[in-house]
């Protein structure tokens, strides 16, 4: 699986966007990035994936570069409760397994 | 909306006795995975399992750690001889197939070896 590089923390004002990068500079072709969240010790929660085309959902926006080396996850109107532990992972289409980094700290604050 | 569930949410136990944790994967769901997380530590991966049988595991995953589905609903995680250092909390997850699906997992186990 391709490493990604992800800034251990960041902080966030409650009710504007955070935007979350990751790096994957050796992703290769058939490999997706996945974003997970933890809040506290609970299960990871998942939140996006894509592979080539930005995807949206009802969590959050996923932004992958053309190149696909990179990727941001955006939380359009961020709350107190979205204040976890974000991990950006790439996975390949051929491996059944999530291999966790050390992720992003996200502090919400009021 | 379908989750992963998981027994006991926090066991304590003494070193050397065996532990089983159990999971009841989402229905249709054919991939089943046990992660741990050491307190403070990252997620790891222990095993995964498909078609009843192994289809990878980590190096965490010793001749101390066996994964059984009994019937078609339980995944379990046996801990033979439980050490000091089995003391985290494990996740079970589970996912439909390969292939960019969703990997979804349960709160987790918390085991506490005394």
């Known amino acids: 699986d391709a490493k990604t590089t992800q800034p251990p923390s960041m902080d966030c004002a409650e009710g504007r966007a955070a935007n979350l990068p990751c790096n994957h500079s050796?992703?290769?072709?058939?490999?997706?990035v996945y974003w997970y969240r933890q809040i506290h010790s609970q299960g990871p929660q998942y939140i996006i994936h894509g592979l080539k085309n930005n995807e949206t959902n009802e969590m959050a926006s996923l932004i992958i570069t053309e190149d696909r080396k990179s990727s941001t996850l955006i939380l359009p109107h961020a709350t107190l409760r979205d204040t976890a532990v974000y991990y950006c992972i790439v996975r390949s289409y051929n491996t059944d397994k999530l291999i966790f980094g050390t992720g992003t700290r996200l502090q919400v604050f009021p | 909306e379908p989750e992963v569930t998981q027994t006991p949410s926090h066991q304590v136990t003494q070193m050397g006795q065996e532990v089983i944790l159990r999971c009841v994967p989402i229905s249709n769901h054919l991939y089943f995975y046990w992660y741990r997380q050491i307190l403070g530590q990252k997620v790891e991966f222990l095993v995964s399992?498909?078609?009843?049988?192994?289809?990878?595991k980590s190096e965490i995953f010793d001749d101390q750690f066996s994964v059984e589905r009994p019937d078609g609903s339980n995944f379990t995680l046996k801990i033979r001889s439980t050490k000091l250092e089995d003391s985290a909390m494990y996740f079970c997850a589970s996912t439909p197939d390969r292939a960019g699906n969703t990997i979804y997992f349960g709160e987790g186990s918390w085991l506490t070896v005394v």
């Open positions: 050796t992703i290769s072709g058939n490999e997706y």
């Open positions: 399992f498909y078609n009843n049988e192994i289809s990878e």
